[in-house]
């Protein structure tokens, strides 16, 4: 395995995100350390993501607040592209049969829009459906802003890197790693502490953050 910040990862990074607290435990210290442009791409909205009841018909606000205050503290841009939460399979297409957008169309727009350098896409392996949809919008758009397609947005751009990166499950194999240092850790711990609303949730998956885990493609 080798250390992700000796790469040349260039001037602009994003990551895509399933849901909006996926890049801090998977790249959070990484963001905080690395001095490029960065970008947080959340797929789904977090409609299911209380555990108040109180709070099922304003949690989709009450995260998009929170999101943005966490990326805020390791300097990271937000982009909310909105799908629904737990159903991000029936967007892997180009337009839903009712015309709209499809999950492929409004990745690729964002993307290209950025114009990053390197990606950090989901793991394909991690148990969450919406973790394996992600991983499927966010290849296919990686290797489709690198060809000469949907010309209309903007000029084709190749990518220095594309890396999945670990949330639950173990990556199919471990190339790249970042180790938390001290400020990264207490910069990433008051990241995650945003999500307020989250608390109980991602205090149940006993998440371990010490060590950033990365697979090259």
């Given amino acids: 395995m080798k250390k992700i910040e000796s790469l ?9 995100c399933p849901h909006d607290d996926d890049g801090i435990i998977g790249c959070g210290g990484l963001l905080r350390n690395i001095k490029a ?3 947080a791409v959340i797929l789904t909205d977090g409609s299911l993501g209380y555990s108040d009841i109180k709070q099922k018909n304003i949690i989709v606000g ?8 966490a990326y805020d503290l390791i300097e990271t841009e937000t982009v909310f592209l909105n799908f629904p939460d737990m159903s991000l399979h029936p967007y892997r297409c180009w337009k839903t049969p ?3 957008e499809g999950g492929y169309l409004k990745l690729l727009k964002t993307l290209k829009k950025i114009q990053p350098d390197t990606i950090f896409i989901p793991n394909h392996l991690d148990r969450h459906p919406d973790h394996k949809a992600g991983y499927d919008l966010a290849f296919v758009c990686s290797f489709q802003m690198q060809e000469p397609v949907a010309a209309d947005f903007k000029r084709v751009k190749k990518l220095k890197n594309i890396f999945i990166y670990k949330v ?10 970042f180790d938390i240092g001290k400020k990264e850790k207490t910069k990433k711990h008051e990241s995650l502490s945003e999500f307020k609303s989250q608390e109980k949730i991602l205090r149940s ?11 090259k493609i």
Avoid: S
């Fill in 205 to 215: 998956l006993n998440l371990d953050i010490k060590k950033e885990e990365f697979q």
């Fill in 62 to 69: 009450i995260r998009k607040k929170e999101a943005k205050k």
């Fill in 8 to 16: 040349n990862l260039g001037k602009k990074v994003a990551v895509i």
């Fill in 98 to 100: 009712d015309g709209k």
């Fill in 168 to 177: 639950w499950d173990n990556l199919e194999k471990t190339t790249h790693f």
């Fill in 37 to 39: 442009k960065k970008y």
